[in-house]
């Protein structure tokens, strides 16, 4: 046998196990996209747009490295002292980088590399098991291939955020939380609520925020189970609260004993609602100021409070803005609503945060938005259509979706907030496409052509 035969056997060899793994190419596309982005950011930190705290994260990181703990050398946002203890930012991403720049020196490029390929292979995994769950493999593949190309996703899988982990860890808690729902067996319900428990308590430690959807979450899970089995799973819920409590329970420590006072997590959420709902926006919210403009609106009087002092006393005074003017504060969350959903080109914006909201968002949101009327149709086609929806696992993803955007909408919005959501959304989209893709092959025209083709052939 020639050597050019034997190379054409070998390539339809490999493209045999590629068609028997469609899911393998997307991955490898995913990973190449998110790579790609690591070596164009490189092996220094800069601003860039919507990526700005990447330079708090490697900055912190270096100080933890060199022994300094979780502070800064210098003044520091969002007004915290030089050598000061701080908890604004995570203290698990912050860990992560540490320890790779501990294992590879001070080099940010070798984490973005490490974080692309970790995200760029479980990203569009766990996307295509959840849209296997809801739908179809079909639909599930085309969900994971929208998920390797969504142009936010792989910006964001190379930037030293928080973002990419967290996206991940919160799909994979809403996976286990559907299978959790649904499943009988009281052995793999503890393996369940043991894998919950450390996605739950991971996702919290990337970003407390998603603290306010636990509850949401075991309540769906509870209902949904007593409705399917008449049964609560209520040791696997046990164990998933006992492991969140002691993935959290070293971080408040740390921070009863360097501020002495409770903190749960981070100390941010009081100054993003102070900043967020502050009475100098009027009814109009204006989603990026300068650092000089937020550090001017805190009152000199409290500026001497240490960051969690600090914390505590502008969450009250955010409060007390609502208080005092709710219908401002309601019309100030309205407006909020078009720059959190912001598709279209700005020219306010930078040619690459144009390019990467359009070529995302802007692309697939009408699909978003069919596949979720096809969702909801098709769940809601038998019995009480609102309960059958609501506790599908089509109804979780939703419900994350209204939650999760809810909170956002009420507190401080940017477009970069609302990434969790496109996520859980692209199933969707996935759906819409193979609708589309259905109709189109099923046109008179389009079987007439076909059949030719085929009797050409």
Do not use: C
Request: glycine share 8%; proline share 5%.
């Amino acid at each position: 046998m020639s050597n050019e035969t034997n190379g054409r056997n070998s390539i339809q060899r490999i493209w045999g196990r590629v068609g028997q793994r469609p899911l393998l190419p997307i991955i490898l596309i995913s990973v190449l996209l998110r790579v790609t982005v690591a070596f164009a950011m490189g092996d220094t930190v800069v601003e860039l747009p919507g990526v700005f705290d990447q330079v708090s994260y490697h900055n912190l990181a270096l100080r933890v490295v060199g022994g300094h703990g979780f502070s800064f050398g210098e003044l520091w946002w969002p007004i915290t002292p030089a050598d000061a203890p701080t908890a604004h930012w995570s203290f698990l991403y912050t860990l992560y980088l540490a320890l790779v720049y501990s294992l590879f020196g001070p080099h940010p490029i070798s984490a973005r590399i490490l974080q692309a390929m970790i995200v760029g292979i479980l990203h569009p995994y766990i996307i295509y098991r959840i849209g296997e769950k809801l739908f179809s493999r079909n639909i599930a593949l085309t969900a994971a291939a929208i998920t390797a190309v969504y142009v936010y996703f792989f910006y964001y899988g190379a930037a030293l955020m928080t973002e990419p982990f967290y996206i991940t860890a919160i799909l994979f808690s809403l996976w286990i939380g559907i299978q959790l729902s649904e499943n009988t067996d009281k052995k793999k319900d503890i393996k369940l609520g043991f894998a919950l428990g450390i996605s739950l308590g991971i996702t919290l430690l990337l970003r407390q925020v998603f603290l306010l959807f636990i509850p949401i979450l075991i309540l769906w899970i509870w209902i949904t189970r007593f409705r399917l089995s008449r049964k609560l799973p209520l040791l696997s819920t046990v164990l998933s609260i006992a492991l969140i409590a002691l993935f959290i329970l070293p971080v408040t420590l740390y921070n009863q004993s360097h501020f002495g006072r409770f903190v749960l997590l981070n100390t941010n959420s009081g100054y993003a609602f102070f900043w967020g709902n502050n009475p100098i926006y009027g009814t109009k919210f204006i989603p990026i100021l300068s650092t000089a403009e937020y550090q001017a609106m805190i009152p000199e009087e409290v500026r001497h409070l240490d960051e969690a002092a600090l914390d505590q006393e502008l969450l009250k005074r955010g409060i007390q803005f609502v208080m005092d003017d709710p219908k401002r504060y309601v019309l100030l969350s309205l407006s909020r609503i078009p720059p959190y959903f912001m598709f279209w080109y700005s020219s306010d914006s930078s040619m690459l945060s144009n390019i990467s909201r359009i070529g995302s968002f802007g692309v697939f949101l009408p699909f978003m938005l069919y596949g979720l009327f096809l969702g909801v149709r098709n769940v809601s086609a038998n019995g009480n259509r609102f309960w059958n929806l609501l506790f599908s696992p089509q109804g979780l993803l939703i419900t994350f979706a209204f939650v999760y955007s809810g909170v956002h909408i009420l507190t401080w919005t940017l477009i970069r907030y609302r990434l969790p959501v496109d996520a859980v959304l692209i199933p969707f989209a996935g759906f819409a496409l193979v609708d589309i893709a259905q109709r189109i092959l099923q046109r008179p025209g389009f079987k007439t052509v076909r059949s030719k083709v085929k009797v050409g052939e």
